[in-house]
């Protein structure tokens, strides 16, 4: 069973930066490529970036490009967002989520930690 805690969300205003945490348990979260969602109220979740299980890979939805940043400890377990110039529109519950298989899916996912960005 694989479990994935996130931390880190707050109420910041905009322009300001936030570091979002999400620790996985596991013996093989090095093998697992790892990704943050979010869902803003009303809307779909939406992938924000993914990393592949070494790093070496990143990607980023174009409205977080040049922002945000993902990153991984794999001798710590964890996952990181680093988000600077914060927008309200990035407002939302954000989402670690882990694809275990390795087969283009995020089968396990944490429980979500609040963004909120005033204007």
């Known amino acids: 069973q694989v479990q994935l805690v996130e931390s880190g969300g707050g109420l910041v205003q905009a322009g300001g930066s936030l570091r979002l945490s999400c620790i996985v348990s596991?013996?093989?979260?090095?093998?697992?490529?790892m990704a943050w969602f979010r869902q803003a109220p009303g809307k779909e979740r939406d992938i924000v970036a993914a990393?592949?299980?070494?790093?070496?890979?990143?990607s980023y939805a174009d409205s977080v490009k040049g922002r945000f940043t993902i990153s991984r400890d794999n001798a710590k377990n964890t996952v990181y967002l680093q988000m600077n110039s914060l927008k309200p529109e990035d407002t939302a519950v954000y989402y670690c989520?882990?694809?275990?298989?390795?087969?283009?899916?995020?089968?396990?996912w944490g429980q979500g930690t609040q963004v909120t960005v005033s204007s």
């Open positions: 596991g013996r093989s979260f090095s093998s697992y490529a």
């Open positions: 989520a882990c694809d275990s298989l390795s087969v283009g899916q995020y089968d396990y």
């Open positions: 990393i592949s299980w070494s790093g070496g890979y990143t």
